[in-house]
């Protein structure tokens, strides 16, 4: 059109032009409306926790956790998130100090949920958790997670040296109780090789040591600590078949004369354990040991032999 003389190049320019600014204001105002709506979700959830009943602290002032020994009974535990829908039902177990325990089950069965129950970041609905026969809400909340010491699957280091963070659980640890502390982690020959060994720097990201070594040095730290009883929550689901059988040494180092619970999907590392639980949908459907379970021939021993399916199907 331009060539026909029908229309200037000028004209074209102006029509873009004058396209942009109808349609720019269109944009601002979508952009606009969907900070809005986060906003609003987000004032939600701000006033959702406001809202929420103040803690009270129902310790009794002259417990303290020095002289606990690591046995736990869970008698009649119910609980869930919201009255409307109970996630744990009914539940009763009896361990033994150091006895390691496994829970195992299905995503969305209850087991991490045990846990929390466990530490106090939840209460139970009804019925009550014993530690040593003392009801763990008699303990003030920080005194009681002192008796634990968690490993999780995703590992948390901060900015600073190595020693700081192995330090982390218990700032008053001497050099000697650190280094000895990294050696049962199997991290202490890493650590060496590292330009300035303890001394050593970690980044803000922690970027410069991998997911395996960030795992034994969150292992040392528990070590340090010395707690009576410990929790692994997945601690080596992403870690290589390598690095996990030196985690698993580093762990098995750790559980020595401790109680232990084990949150485990990949069932191969738990063989050993003292007692397994099988949790689904809230309850504990099953227990028993490895050999046991496997002779009900139920729920527990198809779950372990599904995943011995899905590793030959892979090999194949």
């Not at 129902?58 to 869970?74: C, M, R, V, Y």
């Not at 001497?174 to 303890?198: M, S, W």
């Amino acid at each position: 059109m331009a060539i026909k003389g029908t229309i200037t190049v000028g004209n074209i320019q102006s029509f873009i032009q004058y396209n942009k600014q109808f349609t720019q204001p269109i944009n601002q105002i979508s952009q606009i409306s969907a900070t809005l709506q986060s906003m609003a979700a987000a004032a939600e959830r701000v006033f959702d926790f406001l809202e929420q009943p103040e803690e009270i602290e129902t310790a009794k002032e002259n417990l303290n956790n020095s002289n606990i020994k690591g046995n736990i009974e869970f008698k009649n535990v119910n609980f869930g998130y919201n009255t409307e829908k109970t996630v744990i039902n009914d539940f009763n177990a009896k361990i033994k100090e150091g006895q390691k325990i496994a829970i195992v089950g299905p995503t969305g069965a209850g087991k991490t949920t045990i846990v929390k129950l466990l530490m106090r970041f939840y209460d139970v609905t009804s019925g009550k958790i014993l530690v040593d026969d003392y009801n763990i809400k008699d303990f003030k909340r920080g005194e009681l997670r002192k008796i634990f010491g968690m490993v999780l699957q995703d590992t948390w280091l901060f900015a600073g040296t190595v020693k700081d963070n192995i330090k982390y659980g218990n700032e008053n640890a001497t050099d000697d109780e650190v280094i000895q502390a990294a050696k049962a982690a199997r991290v202490h020959h890493f650590i060496k090789t590292l330009p300035n060994g303890y001394n050593s720097i970690l980044n803000e990201e922690t970027s410069n040591v991998s997911a395996g070594q960030k795992q034994l040095l969150t292992i040392a730290r528990v070590i340090l600590a010395n707690p009576k009883i410990l929790i692994l929550d997945e601690a080596t689901s992403s870690i290589d078949t390598r690095t996990e059988i030196e985690i698993q040494k580093a762990m098995d180092n750790l559980m020595k004369g401790r109680t232990s619970f084990i949150i485990a999907h990949r069932l191969s590392t738990i063989k050993n354990a003292d007692l397994i639980l099988v949790m689904n949908h809230g309850d504990i459907i099953e227990q028993g040991t490895h050999k046991e379970l496997l002779n009900k021939n139920g729920f527990y021993a198809n779950l372990y032999n599904s995943q011995f399916e899905e590793c030959n199907d892979e090999i194949e």
